[in-house]
């Protein structure tokens, strides 16, 4: 996988552009936005896909009209920190669906977790019943989103 966007040309970097803003775009409309042949830029999006610059694509859900708009940052501290736990830890989390993102973060603190709910009630919940069994964790503090100021899904390349 490649690690740099130095073997990127200006074309390369513009079909990531444009997917990032309509991955639904044919072969030939991409084309056409980047002003070259549906051959090439199959050829090029294979090669992106194929060195792991496109990880995937997926559809960008509306969570407050599935009922999953409560939004809480959860940042959590564990008893003990060494490889096995942070494995067992990671590898819990990743099962968990309310969870949507995770990460591992330098600080007072060891993860931050993003977690979707319908509210508030449910989270409280989900805090006793879920994230409370899990053994290794010491502590946690809950930042609820009181509204998205920004939320940008793609990259600024």
């Not at 740099?4 to 309509?22: A, F, G, M, P, Y």
């Not at 930042?143 to 793609?154: I, L, P, Q, R, S």
Request: charged residues 25%; hydrophobic residues 40%; glycine residues 4%.
């Amino acid at each position: 996988m490649a690690t740099s966007t130095e073997k990127l040309d200006k074309v390369d970097l513009q079909i990531l552009r444009t997917l990032q803003e309509n991955a639904r775009l044919t072969t030939k409309e991409l084309a056409a936005r980047v002003s070259l042949s549906s051959t090439p830029v199959f050829e090029r999006l294979k090669r992106l896909e194929n060195n792991g610059y496109i990880k995937k694509y997926i559809a960008v859900l509306d969570a407050e009209k599935l009922n999953q708009g409560f939004v809480v940052f959860c940042s959590v501290k564990l008893r003990r920190l060494n490889k096995d736990i942070a494995m067992d830890f990671v590898r819990i989390i990743k099962d968990i669906p309310e969870v949507t993102e995770c990460y591992n973060i330098s600080g007072s603190y060891d993860y931050l977790l993003k977690i979707h709910a319908p509210n508030m009630k449910h989270y409280q919940e989900f805090i006793l019943n879920t994230l409370g069994t899990i053994e290794s964790l010491g502590s946690l503090e809950s930042t609820f989103v009181m509204d998205e100021v920004k939320h940008a899904y793609g990259i600024h390349i």
